[in-house]
């Protein structure tokens, strides 16, 4: 998979443009740190795995857009042989966080946590934007900002 497939996948999959995955300016790298958990070898991704996600996607990553949730859902959310590594794809983007694949599938209860991929991708994870808040020891606030009631963002 290449960094690119990696990015339109990952597009499709969080439902954020590729353009605001990877912008055109993008000092942070974040993409392509999230990109490289796919090549460790610790990571524990079977090859195979990772060529059919990769076959998959390419297979109908042309589809229109108003088709192409159905496909990704019926193609790679339901394929048992390669969800947990979509899912992970998911988390990765999220949370900065890597799962280890040949653990039982993790559980908001008690999660199967690897490790966190980068101090940077856990800062800029999606879901903080999502919240409308801040990681634990990290904000761009301005001193005393927790004085003002957060102004939350709109769900879509």
């Known amino acids: 998979m290449t960094l690119d497939e990696f990015v339109s996948l990952s597009s499709a999959l969080t439902g954020y443009p590729a353009s605001t995955l990877k912008p055109a300016r993008d000092t942070q790298m974040i993409a392509q740190t999230l990109y490289e958990q796919l090549n460790l070898p610790s990571n524990n991704i079977p090859s195979a795995q990772l060529d059919l996600l990769t076959l998959v996607w390419n297979q109908i990553s042309g589809t229109p857009p108003p ?10 959310i339901d394929n ?22 040949s653990k039982n599938p993790a559980s908001f209860t008690s999660p ?3 490790h966190v991929v980068s101090p940077l991708a856990y800062k800029n994870g999606l879901v903080w934007g999502e919240m409308g808040a801040h990681p634990m020891g990290f904000s761009t606030g301005v001193f005393g900002y927790w004085e ?3 102004q939350l963002p709109a769900i879509n």
């Open 148 to 150: 003002n009631v957060p």
């Open 67 to 76: 088709q192409l949730e159905a496909a990704v859902k019926e193609k790679i």
């Open 80 to 101: 048992l042989a390669i969800t947990r590594l979509a899912q992970n794809i998911i988390y990765l983007w999220f949370f900065g966080i890597w799962y280890d694949l």
């Open 112 to 114: 199967n946590i690897d």
